[in-house]
């Protein structure tokens, strides 16, 4: 099993996937956010 991402902000390995970000030089990039403290963000190993 895969480890958990783990919040940049806090450290927290609660998170939950909100969603996906899309940008033209990436692409589609989910976004995540912390159960914790509430922040969200991209993980940067995706």
């Known amino acids: 099993m895969a480890r958990p991402f783990k919040c940049p902000?806090?450290?927290s390995p609660?998170?939950?996937s909100k969603g996906v970000r899309?940008?033209?030089?990436v692409g589609?990039?989910?976004v995540r956010r912390c159960k914790?403290?509430?922040r969200k963000f991209t993980p940067r190993n995706q």
């Open 28 to 30: 589609a990039r989910r």
């Open 9 to 11: 902000y806090c450290k």
């Open 36 to 38: 914790a403290c509430g």
């Open 14 to 16: 609660e998170t939950v």
């Open 22 to 25: 899309r940008n033209k030089t």
